[in-house]
């Protein structure tokens, strides 16, 4: 583990890069203590990770809405380094794809799983394949990497930068104005919007997101809601 200088973070954000993964390293660093603006980072040939340490003032069911937050930050970096053809949209469960294909997702961990609860801490982070996990990448149309979709030229260490930039701009906009622009921006992201999903065992049409960003599954005459805190990893 290293602190370092070598990648430009916004003030009040820093990073540690690590050779291990980054949001278990996020995770451990939050159980022990540490302040929230921590950037761990990961950057090798075939896999860009970053993870962010929040320190949430709000009950757990209305932090997690860093979860889809982080994910338009990404969204915003990436849009603005890839070529203008490539598309990025979001699945609900942190899911990222590029070009209509898996490439990486979001995670989640907070200290209390209570969604009534002011957590301690909350750590989201992601995992970017960089290139074809196999040779046969004609094997899983479904999958794909960033290299792979026409973005050899996005350097990983400016893109992790800007995805730090980008989110801390939607959680101070969050903070001062709410949520409506970033259900705004958000829902033009998402992924099967109106189409027939199946998440946590239910199958049915994905109607939208309520205010914390739960999911409406309608699955014929009934309206599910199925809250973001069912996708937190549980906690060490």
Wanted: aromatic share 8%; glycine share 8%.
């Amino acid at each position: 583990m290293s602190t370092t200088d070598a990648l430009a973070f916004p003030p009040l954000l820093w990073g540690e890069e690590v050779t291990t993964d980054a949001f278990d390293h996020a995770c451990q660093r939050a159980l022990l203590g540490c302040d929230a603006g921590l950037v761990a980072y990961r950057i090798t040939a075939d896999v860009l990770q970053g993870a962010l340490v929040f320190a949430p003032e709000v009950p757990l069911k209305q932090a997690l809405s860093m979860l889809p937050l982080c994910g338009v930050g990404f969204q915003n970096a990436l849009g603005v380094m890839a070529p203008p053809e490539v598309s990025v949209h979001l699945d609900w469960d942190g899911g990222i794809r590029i070009n209509g294909a898996a490439c990486g997702r979001f995670r989640c961990m907070a200290s209390a799983s209570d969604p009534a609860q002011v957590p301690d801490w909350l750590v989201i982070g992601f995992t970017l394949p960089l290139i074809p996990e196999s040779d046969r990448p004609g094997d899983t149309p479904d999958q794909t990497s960033l290299f792979a979709e026409g973005c050899a030229e996005v350097q990983p260490p400016a893109l992790l930068e800007a995805w730090a930039r980008h989110t801390l701009n939607w959680v101070n906009r969050w903070e001062d104005e709410g949520s409506r622009a970033l259900h705004t921006d958000w829902r033009a992201l998402a992924q099967d919007m109106g189409e027939e999903v199946t998440q946590n065992g239910l199958s049915g049409t994905f109607l939208g997101v309520d205010e914390d960003f739960g999911m409406l599954l309608r699955d014929g005459e009934t309206t599910h809601l199925i809250p973001l805190t069912t996708l937190l990893e549980p906690a060490p």
